[in-house]
T-cell receptor, first 115, second 121 residues
Framework: DQQVKQNSPSLSVQEGRISILNCDYT??????FLWYKKYPAEGPTFLIS?????DKNEDGRFTVFLNKSAKHLSLHIVPSQPGDSAVYFC??????????????FGTGTRLTIIP | EPEVTQTPSHQVTQMGQEVILRCVPI?????FYWYRQILGQKVEFLVS????????KSEIFDDQFSVERPDGSNFTLKIRSTKLEDSAMYFC???????????????????FGPGTRLTVL
């Protein structure tokens, strides 16, 4: 099952610079795209989402861009801070008739912010 | 801030034994989920639960698995006869449900617990 792919297993960015994490998907039926952040020994924590009919959503330092024609989304973090060091998961959701959202995750990108 | 809790944090069991993983979702949430992550692999959806019944399940969620909400607060995942390949991190999640705004950026956010590491020997 390769419906959601993150091709970069790791990324290192200098503190204060922009971090760009990328994600590709294959299923055009996804309703929402989400980014989750995960620290060791914790569960994934929701960061930001975007509807499949939008192309940009911004929340503070985090912006998600969606390019539907390329089936590609990206997460921009600016400025990057040491506390942003974590594993970032791209996810896509399908809403069922019962209202539940089944999440399909990518493999994750480990982001390291260098002080 | 309300959070999803899971117990135990680590469970070791022998192959063929039954295990029950426990979760306490956020109190006003209506939708409940189990996901798992085998070491080095993706987080995978197992099952969703709403209104006291399974609303969706994946191919992984076969007859060996069951879920239950035995009271108003707990949500459990039972694996009837564990196999070596069931070794994984199991995450419970919950969400408010009841609404989502199609066309906005507001999904029905799922809040994840810290996970239970299941080791099958």
């Amino acid at each position: 099952d390769q419906q959601v792919k993150q091709n970069s297993p790791s990324l290192s960015v200098q503190e204060g610079r922009i971090s760009i994490l990328n994600c590709d998907y294959t299923n055009s039926m996804f309703d929402y795209f989400l980014w989750y952040k995960k620290y060791p020994a914790e569960g994934p924590t929701f960061l930001i989402s975007i509807s499949s009919i939008k192309d940009k959503n911004e929340d503070g330092r985090f912006t998600v861009f969606l390019n539907k024609s390329a089936k590609h989304l990206s997460l921009h973090i600016v400025p990057s801070q040491p506390g942003d060091s974590a594993v970032y998961f791209c996810a896509a959701s399908l809403i069922s008739n019962f209202g539940n959202e089944k999440l399909t995750f990518g493999t994750g990108t480990r982001l390291t912010i260098i002080p | 801030e309300p959070e999803v809790t899971q117990t135990p944090s680590h469970q070791v069991t022998q192959m063929g034994q039954e295990v029950i993983l426990r979760c306490v979702p956020i109190s006003n949430h209506l939708y409940f989920y189990w996901y798992r992550q085998i070491l080095g692999q993706k987080v995978e959806f197992l099952v969703s639960f709403y209104n006291n019944e399974i609303s969706e399940k994946s191919e992984i969620f076969d007859d060996q698995f069951s879920v239950e909400r035995p009271d108003g607060s707990n949500f459990t995942l039972k694996i009837r006869s564990t196999k070596l390949e069931d070794s994984a991190m199991y995450f419970c999640a919950s969400s408010e449900g009841g609404w989502f705004k199609i066309g906005t950026d507001s999904t029905d956010t799922q809040y994840f617990g810290p996970g239970t590491r299941l080791t099958v020997l």
